[in-house]
């Protein structure tokens, strides 16, 4: 594939070849220059005026030690200093090359292929005839030759001794040379023809304008080519991006130059139209606006600073194309100038790293006053569409819908797309928008859990980026982008990205600040890197961190609860002889309770007392029981299910987060039963039968526009949905194949109406189905034997999903889609399996051996983590501290409770 990195490489060629095969120039011909013979398509164009100090500045950077791992580019250094020294040494190839055009153009020649036209544009004949003489006798003999006439013009095509073969021709003083032959083929027709247009007369006021390409030299771009760039590099080539850069036309002339640890592009950015954008430099405020309630797990930000909201509304987005209906109600019913005028002018647009199921989630922050006000009038507005005024609770914050599709984008004209319903909530005096309820979750649960840039160390790079003097600011993260820049790339360019990884990795922030200057606006960019070693997974081990010993072997745990006294956690296990023990992050003991057997749920926190004290829920097969944490039981606790029924399943619920919690409990025989927190069986619930005992814990959900759903899914395959008073949502209970014994995961990404639970069968059958009752996709995966068991593996905070074939002497890892992760051979009948998700590559899947009591933890690369495997045969639990970027993993085995930990 002609891609981009050879570009550099085109360098010593095209002289090498251009030397040998010079056919003759006069001096009375009209000199070009490269930009003159570029098409205009070109993605973008290098020129330097001084090519050898721009390659020495670039040898003599840190990053040159990663970047001359590719071999090529370790090829061109040598054979530089090789050209050097045939002609003459001492640096004649500089002085010979010096203030002539050395050029380079970008362009997409295909769906998928990039190619690079070369070209070197002499200042007078007598440096090129020099230059052209003492490179004859020394390289002819190592190059094939062949050449045809195009118009009027001699074309040379060389094979080289990477089979490879490249299009050389002079046109006048201009050497141009490709890869690919008909860009050099363009050149001659724009030599040939004024019809013809170049990049020069495409983007004139690049031209219009007084850069230079000394120093390191100088970049020229515009957003049409970056759009063709991102269409040939893209699977479908259809983003919503490409559009944007296509009908909001800007370019830039950008001067090249390195400093500590960065390559910066600096110059002026340039609109066409007439649709400028005032970004002024703003004084005095030097604090980091929304650093501190930005996640970790932010792949682009974007911060707009100004003195008048009014000012990021008039930025017109011309690829948008507004709903009349909408602007009409937005018009009627929501006073725009009533809410610009209560916002700050601090705006930041957060696309979050791609994680298969997360995928295109978006976050708005905007920064309000009158904060109370802000709420009610965009609660009033949702109202007009007949929606609950809430939505859902989650951590103690009220989250609404809007479920008008792109609604930020019609009140910033264009602006923050991405949003097919709005979900409101707010943090202090920031409104959050996000384009999905469980962008919104995971963002309250970022700020809950510190995984924010201000709270991680690890972060510091990241938020230097933001300068915070300036009006607009833009940074991506590298590390965080890759994943969705290796979904959305090509099968073959996805490839390339991944055999360059560590070297392009090693870039790991992209900033671009813009700032008005006079009549321009400056535009600076910086590619900065960093020079960590490239580590293996074998370099990554486990250290014990703590350990506690008690007088019988644990049966369950260990379960991580939250000390509402301070904040850290803190565990639960039970031993054999069915005594609950609660142990502080330190190791202390505070307490130890006998109950009447062992645990067989979750353990769920509740605020039972309403005054922001704890307690515990959990059940056994007879009682439910509620314990303060102490250990000493509540109200009315423990309590049975009616005629002592045996119990599978409990759930806690809080409808509307007013702490009048709920008891959702299932038996053994599917029966339903919904309880007060004081323990009284609630009508329509005593119970509400079903068909068996059920595969996973019931649940209650809350679809906007649909209603309140609560959930049982049958071991049998048959999925009940009822309303809160325990009535049928839709008839019959749909059928799921002849059995399910995994879990399901609930979907709410993308419009509410598209929200849907997926799960899989006991013959491998993947099935979606959304709150109508309707099946949406069923899809059967290989089943290579009769007895494979199919798992669908949720992650902690049942966001993301794998799925899992297990063989007798295999497992088998799929993404969401049911592509193939990795497999590994184990043998072993009794196996299960856990994930956790940290963002980004900070992923770990669990594989339980119950019989060998080894666990064993993997990437979703399937490389093994822990060289040795855990002792142990109960699932773990892991968290991730971001301040100290390592990993905690807590376990159990025999009369021991441990806590490891695990660098990232």
């Known amino acids: ?466 300068d915070k003097s300036y009006g607009y600011n833009f940074v991506a993260n590298v590390q965080r982008v890759w994943n969705g820049l290796l979904h959305h790339a090509s099968p073959s360019w996805s490839s390339t990205l991944q055999k360059f990884a560590p070297q392009i990795k090693a870039f790991d922030v992209l900033s671009v600040k813009l700032e008005d200057k006079g009549k321009n606006q400056d535009i600076q960019i910086q590619l900065g890197y960093g020079l960590a070693p490239v580590r293996a997974s074998k370099d990554i081990f486990l250290e014990e961190n703590l350990s506690v010993t008690f007088n019988a072997d644990l049966t369950y745990g260990p379960k991580v609860q939250r000390n509402f006294t301070d904040g850290n956690v803190e565990f639960l296990v039970q031993d054999e002889w069915d005594r609950v023990h609660l142990v502080t992050h330190d190791g202390d003991l505070v307490f130890s309770q006998r109950i009447d057997g062992p645990i067989k749920t979750e353990i769920f926190q509740m605020d039972y007392y309403k005054n922001g004290k704890l307690q515990m829920v959990f059940a056994t097969d007879r009682y439910i029981y509620g314990l303060d944490r102490l250990g000493n039981p509540l109200p009315n606790f423990p309590f049975e299910l009616p005629n002592a029924q045996a119990i599978q399943f409990v759930n806690l619920l809080d409808y509307e987060n007013t702490r009048d919690y709920r008891i959702f409990a299932s038996s053994t025989s599917g029966g339903l039963y919904l309880f007060d927190k004081h323990g009284e069986i609630l009508d329509g619930w005593s119970p509400r039968n079903t068909s068996g005992p059920l595969s996973s814990k019931p649940a209650h959900h809350t679809i906007p526009a649909m209603g309140d759903f609560m959930v049982a899914l049958n071991q049998n395959g048959q999925l009940h949905m009822f309303n809160r008073k325990g009535e049928n949502q839709f008839g019959e209970p749909l059928q799921l194949g002849s059995g399910v014994n995994t879990n399901y995961v609930l979907q709410q990404r993308g419009r509410t109406s598209e929200s849907q639970l997926v799960t899989v069968t006991d013959e491998g059958e993947v099935i979606r189905v959304n709150f109508k009752g309707e099946f949406t996709d069923r899809k059967q995966l290989l089943r290579p034997d009769r007895s494979s068991s199919f798992h669908l593996v949720k992650d902690q905070a049942a966001d993301r999903y794998l799925f899992v074939v297990h063989d007798y002497n295999k497992v088998t890892v799929m993404d969401t889609e049911t592509n193939v992760l990795f497999e590994k051979n184990l043998s072993s009948p009794e196996l299960k399996f856990q994930l956790f998700s940290f963002g980004g590559d900070k992923n770990i899947f669990v594989v339980i051996d119950g019989n060998q009591e080894f666990i064993y933890l993997y990437n979703l690369k399937g490389e093994l983590l822990n060289t040795k495997p855990l002792s142990g045969g109960s699932p773990v639990d892991i968290r991730f501290s971001s301040s100290r970027n390592e990993y905690r993993i807590y376990n159990i085995h025999e009369k021991t409770f441990f806590e490891f930990r695990m660098p990232y």
């Open 1 to 466: 594939m002609k891609t981009a990195k050879l570009l550099l490489a085109f360098c010593l060629l095209v002289i090498v070849a251009g030397g040998v095969f010079y056919v003759g120039f006069s001096s009375h011909k009209k000199n070009y220059r490269f930009e003159e013979l570029v098409p205009a398509d070109a993605i973008l164009l290098y020129e330097s005026t001084d090519p050898i100090h721009a390659w020495n500045q670039l040898v003599d950077q840190p990053i040159w030690a990663r970047l001359s791992e590719i071999e090529s580019l370790k090829k061109l250094e040598s054979q530089l200093v090789s050209l050097d020294s045939l002609l003459g040494g001492g640096g004649q190839l500089d002085r010979s090359l010096k203030g002539s055009q050395l050029g380079l153009s970008l362009h997409a020649v295909g769906r998928e292929d990039l190619g690079v036209l070369f070209g070197l544009a002499f200042k007078n004949t007598s440096d090129r005839e020099k230059f052209l003489s003492n490179l004859e006798d020394s390289f002819l003999e190592n190059i094939t030759k062949n050449s045809r006439a195009y118009s009027g013009v001699r074309i040379f095509e060389h094979r080289l001794e990477e089979d490879r073969t490249i299009s050389l021709a002079f046109i006048n003083n201009t050497l141009v040379a490709s890869y690919t032959s008909f860009l050099v083929e363009d050149a001659i027709r724009r030599a040939r023809s004024s019809e013809q247009k170049s990049f020069k007369e495409e983007f004139s006021e690049l031209y219009d304008s007084k850069a230079t390409a000394d120093g390191a030299g100088l970049l020229r771009l515009g957003t049409p080519g970056l759009a063709r760039l991102i269409q040939a590099v893209n699977r479908d080539g259809s983003m919503d991006v490409v559009e944007v850069f296509q009908k909001n036309k800007m370019s830039a002339n950008l001067n090249v130059s390195f400093s500590d640890g960065a390559i910066n592009l600096h110059g002026l950015s340039l609109y066409q139209g007439g649709n400028k954008v005032k970004f002024p430099r703003l004084e005095g405020n030097r604090q980091h606006v929304f650093g501190a309630i930005t996640p970790n797990r932010t792949a682009l930000f974007t911060q707009y600073k100004v003195n008048d909201p009014r000012q990021i509304h008039d930025i017109s987005n011309k690829a948008f194309d507004a709903k009349s209906t909408l602007a009409g109600d937005i018009d009627k019913s929501f006073s725009k100038e009533q809410f610009f005028q209560n916002l700050t002018g601090e705006v930041a647009f957060l696309h979050m790293e791609e994680t298969g199921v997360g995928s295109g989630d978006k976050i708005l922050l905007l920064k309000t006053k009158e904060m109370p006000v802000q709420l009610q009038h965009l609660k009033d507005f949702s109202a007009t569409n007949s929606v609950s005024s809430v939505y859902d609770y989650h951590r103690n914050k009220e989250i609404f819908a809007i479920r008008d599709e792109e609604f930020p984008a019609h009140l910033f004209e264009g602006q923050f797309i991405g949003f097919p319903n709005t979900f409101v909530t707010f943090h202090e005096d920031v409104l959050v928008w996000g384009n999905n309820i469980q962008a919104v979750r995971r963002f309250l649960d970022d700020l809950e859990n510190d995984n924010t840039w201000g709270k991680t160390l690890s972060q510091k790079r990241i938020m230097e980026a933001v």
